[in-house]
């Protein structure tokens, strides 16, 4: 059975930073695209990041590059994000997700249960 | 950036009926369109990938339909268990959501 089980989050002040992580269980996580999605407080889904197999190659939603850092750990089947220079507009849940599709584009088959995180003074 | 458009906003059916979602890209995504479908303080579940082709798991009420700029998911008789919100996804170019269509109980 895939399991994506999510850990981190939390209330920060603006400016702050914190790290989100994923463990992955039930596939072969090395040969999966991974990526994050982001639900705002009562709002839809917004793509965050795609990172590739190898870890090399990753992708951003124009918001967040710069300050968001995708990464993984293929040997400890985690997928990581760290969240820096946070803004009070970056207050959502952030779900991991496992890439389906080609690496042309991907749709999310798979998905860890979300963790909140809340950006407020 | 593609912007992808779903109707109507919410939807009333009842039990037993047939519920029909539509989602509309701002430009043409082949059929690199995906459909979720998620319950209050759940994730997303995938319901339909490729516009037409169930994810695993998923029964055979569920259909998907389209290509280009225009797709509608079908659910035939509803199940209690249906009434969710569903949001549509491209994937051709980036990846963009729209705003969910909420499925209610009439």
């Known amino acids: 059975e895939v399991q994506l089980v999510q850990s981190g989050g939390g209330l920060v002040q603006p400016g702050g930073s914190l790290r989100l992580s994923c463990a992955a269980s039930g596939f072969t996580f090395s040969s999966y695209w991974m990526s994050w999605v982001r639900q705002a407080p009562g709002k839809g889904l917004e793509w965050v990041a795609n990172i590739q197999q190898s870890g090399i190659v990753k992708y951003y939603v124009d918001s967040v590059k710069g300050r968001f850092t995708t990464s993984r750990d293929n040997a400890k089947k985690s997928l990581f994000l760290q969240l820096n220079s946070l803004r009070v507009e970056d207050t959502a849940v952030y779900f991991c997700a496992r890439g389906g599709g080609s690496d042309s584009g991907l749709y999310f088959d798979y998905w860890g249960q979300g963790i909140l995180v809340t950006v407020s003074s | ?106």
């Open chain 2, 1 to 106: 950036e593609i912007v992808m458009t779903q109707s109507p906003a919410t939807l009333s059916v009842s039990p037993g009926e047939r519920a029909t979602l539509s989602c509309r890209a701002s430009e043409s995504v082949s059929s690199n369109l995906a459909w979720y479908q998620q319950k209050p303080g759940q994730a997303p579940r995938l319901l339909i990938f490729g516009a037409s082709t169930r994810a695993t798991g998923v029964p055979a009420r569920f259909s998907g339909t389209g290509s280009g700029t225009e797709f509608t998911l079908t659910i035939t008789s509803l199940q209690s268990e249906d009434f969710a919100v569903y949001y549509c996804q491209q994937y051709n170019l980036w990846y963009t959501f729209g705003q969910g269509t909420k499925l209610e109980i009439k």
